[in-house]
């Protein structure tokens, strides 16, 4: 039985933090003993490819145009003294045209670029972003640094965030100081983790946030400062690092990845979407509830007969912050803790490929990712 001290456990992922910033400062670039850092920019698409149709048009332009090889080429003069970029474009289109078989694929080119590289950097569309590092920092083996930048202007008008967001995530990137960090979201300077970063605004530039865990820290030009680092940091270096999703073992023989879905709550709210999830095969539902996790009347007589169809469900709020627990939850419906809908949506759909021991499946959304600290 583990024994959770929050305040210990701060001090002591501090601790961690403050030694992997120590280890790598020996190896960054420029100090003349060290060869440059192999870094790997993976392509998927987005604003931050995006060609506007002309230098001020900041809304109205294609994402997914340029050429992620291209992007980079543009910043050779900047980035080759920092790190030996490669590219690889794995997609290029808008992040909400991927879909969870792609997801798996890209988790298996981020490990292979590890295999070779140093830390790997994904560029993505900004709208799901959250969704694509959370995924990552989920499936990812390596626990080399994975870095996922993008921007909220295309890459083709005046003030674009576009090159500076690649720029400083390639830099994050080669200093290796996110080492065992898991996967961060680096836009607007800020570098936060994947676990925690939330899109709050459709168009500003300084979007993500990550509600009351603020973010890990910032670049500030040749400055990488990191404040605190997210809590699996604890377990560098053991195996326990790795999250119990590895995509090879949990859906070995092709086999698919279940569905999962979610259903909003809101006033006097119908039970037919949580029905129609149901009959159309949902092995999972996630609720965003109001609150701590309230649901309508007519959605929880609808959830309880697809509780007893074998649906799992996970509870959520939709308020943007605070949590659902799980101690008070009936039989097949789990309290997401502070995972906001779309990232208990993953946890869930992972979950459910690896066991269908509920119990499990409680402690999973109780402790990954969160601190623990075990006393003695
Ligand atoms: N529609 C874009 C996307 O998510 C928005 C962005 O990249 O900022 O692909």
Redesign the pocket.
């Given at each position: 039985m583990r024994i959770v001290h929050r305040t210990a456990a701060l001090f002591s992922t501090f601790a961690v933090a403050a030694v992997t910033a120590l280890s790598s400062a020996s190896a960054q670039p420029g100090n003349g003993k060290e060869e440059l850092p192999e870094v790997a920019v993976i392509g998927t698409?987005?604003?931050?490819s995006?060609v506007s149709t002309d230098r001020v048009s900041f809304q109205n332009y294609q994402?997914?145009k340029l050429a992620i090889s291209k992007m980079v080429d543009e910043l050779r003069p900047e980035v080759d003294g920092l790190a030996k970029v490669t590219t690889e474009q794995f997609g290029n289109?808008?992040?909400?045209g991927y879909s969870i078989a792609d997801y798996r694929k890209l988790t298996a080119s981020v490990d292979a670029a590890l295999k070779k590289s140093d830390a790997v950097v994904v560029t993505?569309?900004?709208?799901?972003?959250e969704e694509f590092a959370y995924w990552l920092d989920l499936t990812v083996r390596s626990d080399k640094p994975v870095v996922l930048t993008?921007?909220?202007r295309p890459w083709t008008v005046i003030g674009t965030d576009a090159p500076a967001n690649l720029y400083n995530a390639i830099k994050l990137a080669a200093s290796r100081k996110t080492k065992c960090y898991g996967t961060v979201v680096m836009l607007n300077d800020e570098v936060q983790a994947a676990r925690e970063v939330r899109k709050t605004d459709a168009l500003r530039m300084d979007t993500f946030t990550s509600g009351s865990s603020g973010r890990l820290g910032v670049i500030d030009q040749d400055n990488i400062r990191l404040n605190r680092a997210p809590a699996r940091v604890e377990s560098c270096g053991r195996s326990s690092w790795r999250t119990p999703f590895d995509l090879d073992r949990i859906t070995k023989d092709g086999k698919a990845l279940p569905k999962v879905e979610i259903a909003y709550s809101y006033q006097d709210a119908g039970g037919e979407a949580v029905k129609a999830f149901a009959d159309s095969g949902a092995d999972g539902i996630v609720t965003a509830g109001t609150g701590a996790g309230g649901i309508s009347p007519a959605m929880s007589t609808a959830r309880t007969e697809a509780v007893k169809k074998g649906v799992t469900f996970t509870s959520t709020t939709r308020t943007g912050s605070g949590a659902v627990y799980g101690s008070t939850s009936t039989t097949g419906v789990i309290g997401a803790e502070d995972l906001t809908p779309q990232k208990a949506r993953l946890l869930l759909l992972l979950s459910l490929a690896a066991t269908d021991d509920e119990k499990q499946i409680r402690e999973w959304f109780a402790t990954l990712g969160t601190a623990q600290f075990t006393e003695g």
């Open positions: 698409g987005g604003t931050i995006g994402s997914g289109k808008g992040s909400g993505t569309g900004t709208d799901t972003m993008g921007s909220m």
